[in-house]
């Protein structure tokens, strides 16, 4: 069985995170020194997904431009200028042995028409997806062999999200009878990370305004056709400006439990 391309959403414009996107796309807004977008594929990579889509959009250049140099940027290196075809790079550690294709999917276009987009490219019968923004610690391989043994079209990771506010419980007048600081919530929510089958194309189009979570997802769940990997452990989108830091801060703390390569 072909091992599944990972495919990841990564040219939208990361409006949220104008602090740091204004500049450069969402997936390479650093964490630990690294795009995000880095570690996204680590930990793919960790489990053995190595084959890499990425839907290129909003100032996708950029993207292109950071695996290009990655090597020499991070390793010293020799060079001729009078002859490059001898340029030496004297690596410091194991270079990451992935195959990455870069796919124009246009400025503007949603999450399903850029899934859609790269339809050539895969060629086996299961392939993953996930956006250029959220890490996980989730074990990659078990959701692929859920997905499996589920038999269902798509599957996706639900996780507790944590709440934003400070949540109370009411007493009785105008008392409060319980505060608590930005709970972990009971309810799931979509946690962004997928594996599909190939019929998922057939539901989707290339029109720039097709969205995966809208018709496509819902669908699927109507027709008993969407399972859910349920992940009760660490889990983190990186947002807003807010977000980015305090990820960072885990990074610089050592708190890294999305870091499953080390």
């Given at each position: 069985m072909e091992k599944p391309k990972v495919v990841i959403l990564c040219g939208g414009e990361g409006t949220?995170?104008?602090?740091?996107?204004?500049?450069?796309?969402?997936?390479?807004?650093?964490?630990?020194?690294l795009p995000i977008l880095w570690h996204i594929m680590k930990t793919y990579a960790h489990y053995g997904f190595d084959e890499f889509v990425l839907c290129l959009g909003y100032k996708g250049d950029a993207i292109k431009q950071f695996f290009l140099t990655h090597e020499l940027m991070h390793n010293d290196f020799t060079i001729k200028l009078g002859d490059r075809s001898h340029d030496t790079v004297h690596k410091g550690s194991k270079a990451e042995d992935w195959t990455i294709t870069f796919a124009e999917t246009g400025l503007k276009s949603m999450t399903g028409s850029r899934i859609k987009r790269i339809e050539k490219y895969i060629g086996g019968d299961d392939f993953f997806v996930t956006y250029g923004d959220g890490l996980s610690s989730q074990d990659i391989k078990k959701e692929l062999e859920f997905h499996r043994k589920t038999g269902t079209t798509g599957t996706l990771t639900a996780i507790h999200p944590q709440s934003r506010f400070g949540m109370i419980k009411p007493g009785k007048g105008d008392l409060v009878e319980t505060f608590v600081e930005k709970p972990v919530l009971y309810d799931y929510v979509n946690g962004g990370y997928y594996v599909f089958n190939k019929d998922v194309f057939d539901m989707l189009s290339t029109d720039e305004k097709c969205v995966l979570e809208t018709g496509p997802l819902a669908s699927l769940a109507q027709k008993k056709q969407l399972a859910m990997f349920r992940h009760e452990k660490f889990w983190y989108a990186m947002d807003t400006y807010k977000d980015y830091l305090e990820l960072n801060k885990m990074w610089d703390e050592g708190k890294r439990p999305w870091v499953c390569w080390e």
């Open positions: 949220r995170l104008r602090e740091e996107t204004e500049y450069r796309p969402k997936p390479m807004v650093t964490v630990g020194g």
